[in-house]
């Protein structure tokens, strides 16, 4: 699996938390960083549009920023996207089992980095469970 991860200053040491771990928890999935590259001030929706303009086919995508507001209004400018802002592991898993989300995103001054990897183990492990779903999902996209 191709993932791309980003963050603004708010996430920035979360993300890179999460790239680690990831890479020991699942090394078969190529991690790609948009950005940022430091915990300096920076533009939530520069990331947000970088990671989101990768999204294709079954490549994912985790975002972070400090509510995970302002990157999910972003990323969901993008067809085919799905970005899901998740709080906690329940949320994570129906927004793979219901929604398809493509993309994890992650309110880093409101979760732990305990949480946030839960969070990220049941993005990767979660499936789509299709069915009436499919039928909802299909009708996001409206371009």
């Keep these: 699996m ?19 771990w990831i890479h020991i928890n699942y090394p078969a999935i190529s991690i790609h960083d948009e950005g940022c590259n430091s915990a300096e001030s920076c533009d939530y929706a520069d990331y947000a549009h970088a990671v989101a303009s990768k999204i294709i086919n079954d ?11 302002g990157v999910s209004i972003a990323a969901n400018k993008h067809n085919g996207v799905r970005a899901a802002l998740c709080w906690n592991e329940e949320i ?9 989300a493509n993309i994890l995103s992650i309110p880093a001054r409101y979760v732990t980095l305990e949480q946030a990897k839960e969070m990220v183990k049941l993005f990767f492990e979660t499936p789509f469970e299709g069915g009436r779903h499919l ?3 299909e009708k996001i996209d409206i371009i």
């Design 2 to 20: 191709e993932l791309y991860i980003g963050s603004d200053h708010a996430g920035y040491s979360m993300k890179e938390e999460i790239k680690n």
């Design 92 to 100: 994570t898993k129906l927004a793979r089992e219901h929604n398809d």
């Design 135 to 137: 039928r909802r999902v």
């Design 59 to 69: 490549s994912r995508g985790i975002l972070l920023c400090g509510s995970a507001n």
